[in-house]
């Protein structure tokens, strides 16, 4: 990896590459540049994860006309597909350089795709087609479901890791911090409209990363929630978020009607 | 053009999460979790999240301020200094060392805190110090 | 188990009915004045169209103790804003799922599509689904571990 990066700074075709950099022993992320060759000697790929694609949005957003490089797993690649569908980055300026997750992540991920479309770094491994966190919360009868979701969303501090560390969250006003549908000064927000409504506005937008897992305090497993989330869109609109370049994400646009009142009212 | 991000420890609480701080151009623009970190492992309270916020924030004071003709202008260290000083003296001898309290805060180091006890303790002579995390 | 607290016998359900101006709520006025009888259980909120519907105020409704929650718009290809039912149905279909996958009684939140023109139905629907409700028992958010 570190000769393509190298070689696309070198001719000028990116501006600046966002990867992995080793600074006293942890990897962080950091924006290398022509100007600091010397900083391309710390770079790895590491098995740790940051939203880089976070990175990328707040790089490109202060350099719009300038094109990045970033590295990217399977889902990061994912991320950027939707990016380009949501405008928040020009695919013409965005460079990816592709590492392929090794057989322990694609596990502990339950990814069913943990490679993007090419890959300089890592081997192919096959992707998990069902996840058993969902088989094991979908093999629960409804009460069990019930209090084990409020007892998870009671544990919640409200503490916004789950939406600050999404690579797909980039609206400019958030929903959930608006006074008069999640009330301030009450811990823990409102069980379940808090999580529910972040569900719903990760239809068609969550990746499947697990940043927000990783990054709740409390060890809430949000990501089961919104792989669950990924499978209804699935399911109902036959989209699998990420996989193709053409066609917006179902709730993003009006489109066509596919669906029966039938359907709906089971 | 520059990006990149500085591992620090939060100053908030006495937790002493790891993260970083990301900075955009020599601007402060947003905090992350460091994942490496032995004692945070990646989370953060949202007091953490918004590390980022108040370090340059226009709300900061700058100089030391002192009521003048019932408004707030500005004034020296010395000047402040002296005048608190003298006041915490008149009132200690007045009313007695107890009639004084101290606050310690989460974001000021052991050390500092260590310093503000033994003010209050050994120099004012009162057991009236406590801290704004047990409020 | 916490749901058998509440015994059916005097429970009265609290529905939230969010009715398309042109339609549904229409619908509803025609029932009103051809004084069909259908119960009281319902409160009504008219918005112009069910596409301004976002599951935030469906989720809020049922956060703040409604019983069942009822969505009615204009039939498909008929809506005063051409497709605004289309966002509509597939935003119910998602929330739904979402509700039972949480544990919910997803039969709590009913979508259906009700003309101007049919009172008689608008009553039909209402007492319909304040039975099921009724019989449902009171939200699961009052009885369960919260």
Request: net charge neutral; glycine share 8%; hydrophobic share 35%.
């Amino acid at each position: 990896m570190l000769e393509r990066v190298k070689e696309l700074l070198g001719s000028g075709e990116i501006a600046g590459f966002i990867g992995l950099k080793l600074e006293y022993g942890h990897p962080e992320p950091y924006l290398f540049t022509k100007d600091h060759p010397e900083d391309l000697e710390s770079l790895l790929v590491g098995d740790v994860r940051y939203p880089l694609n976070k990175v990328l949005l707040k790089v490109a957003n202060q350099y719009p006309e300038l094109t990045f490089g970033v590295m990217v797993r399977g889902c990061d690649e994912r991320g950027l597909t939707e990016l380009f569908k949501w405008n928040q980055l020009r695919q013409d300026r965005v460079v990816p350089i592709g590492v392929a997750c090794p057989r322990e992540l694609a596990e502990a991920c339950e990814c069913y795709k943990p490679y993007p479309s090419q890959w300089l770094v890592g081997e192919k491994t096959e992707g998990i087609s069902k996840s058993k966190r969902l088989q094991k919360i979908e093999g629960m009868k409804q009460d069990e479901r019930l209090s084990y979701w409020q007892n998870q969303f009671n544990k919640c501090i409200k503490c916004y890791g789950c939406r600050d560390v999404c690579p797909m969250c980039f609206c400019e006003v958030c929903s959930l911090e608006d006074r008069n549908f999640i009330l301030t000064g009450k811990i823990p927000p409102e069980n379940p409209t808090f999580h529910l409504s972040r569900a719903v506005h990760m239809v068609g937008r969550c990746i499947d990363c697990g940043l927000c897992e990783e990054a709740c305090p409390s060890n809430i497993p949000v990501r089961t929630l919104y792989k669950k989330v990924g499978e209804i869109v699935m399911d109902v609109f036959g989209y699998r978020t990420g996989e193709s370049a053409e066609g917006k994400s179902p709730l993003n646009i009006l489109g066509e009607v596919t669906l029966e009142l039938s359907d709906v009212n089971k | 053009m520059e990006y990149k991000t500085v591992l620090t420890t939060c100053g908030y609480c006495g937790c002493g999460c790891g993260l970083y701080l990301e900075v955009l151009d020599g601007e402060l623009v947003g905090t992350m979790p460091c994942k490496t970190d032995p004692v945070s492992q990646g989370g953060l309270c949202i007091k953490g999240w918004n590390l980022h916020e108040f370090v340059n924030n226009s709300d900061r004071l700058t100089q030391p301020l002192m009521k003048k003709e019932g408004q707030f202008r500005e004034a020296t260290w010395d000047e402040a200094l002296d005048h608190v000083a003298s006041r915490l003296k008149e009132i200690k001898e007045k009313n007695g060392p107890n009639s004084i309290a101290f606050l310690a805060s989460a974001k000021c180091t052991n050390e500092e805190n260590y310093l503000l006890q033994k003010l209050a303790r050994a120099v004012v002579g009162t057991n009236n110090i406590d801290h704004c995390a047990r409020l | 188990m916490a749901k058998e607290v509440q015994s059916a016998a005097g429970f009265e359900p609290k529905i939230i009915a969010f009715l398309c101006n042109w339609c549904s709520y229409g619908g509803a006025d025609l029932a009103g004045v051809s004084r069909l009888q259908y119960p009281s259980n319902t409160r009504t909120v008219r918005v112009m169209c069910t596409a301004t519907i976002s599951p935030h105020h469906i989720l809020k409704a049922f956060q703040k103790g409604a019983d069942g929650v009822l969505v009615a718009g204009c039939h498909i290809g008929d809506c005063h804003y051409m497709k605004g039912n289309y966002m509509t149905i597939k935003r119910v279909a998602v929330l739904k799922e979402l509700l039972r996958f949480t544990g919910f009684q997803e039969e709590r939140l009913y979508l259906d599509w009700i003309s101007s023109a049919e009172g008689v139905r608008f009553a039909e629907v209402i007492r319909s689904f304040t039975q099921k409700i009724r019989e449902l028992g009171p939200s699961q958010l009052k009885t369960s571990y919260a």
